[in-house]
Nanobody, 116 residues
């Protein structure tokens, strides 16, 4: 069982930046960030392998968000720049144990609100 704890959410003006953190209690295959806006389904944001060799981004955040890891701290980060009101959502980190499994470990979520 892997426990994930997110932090770093908050209120920011459009164009601003935030950095989310997710501390994992164990090592998995990779880590992902997802988000759920009010009234919408949860959507993929970004994913990264612990080696950092593979990263993937949703088209809506590519070029603005950067996912990274600190292996020594078992922590994954999501640096969010040039934030837009449509980035407002609860952000969740998730983990999976293999490349072909689903994300089965989830954090509690951290809220990000971007004001216009």
């Amino acid at each position: 069982q892997v426990q994930l704890v997110e932090s770093g959410g908050g209120l920011v003006q459009a164009g601003g930046s935030l950095r989310l953190s997710c501390a994992a209690s164990g090592r998995t295959y990779d880590m992902g960030w997802f988000r759920q806006a009010p009234g919408k389904e949860r959507e993929f944001v970004a994913t990264i392998t612990w080696s950092g060799s593979s990263t993937y981004y949703a088209a809506s955040v590519k070029g603005r968000f950067t996912i990274s890891t600190d292996n020594a701290k078992n922590t994954v980060y999501l640096q969010m720049n040039s934030l837009k009101p449509e980035d407002t959502a609860v952000y969740y980190c998730a983990a999976r144990t293999t490349s072909y499994s689903s994300y089965s470990f989830w954090g509690q979520g951290t809220r990000v609100t971007v004001s216009s």
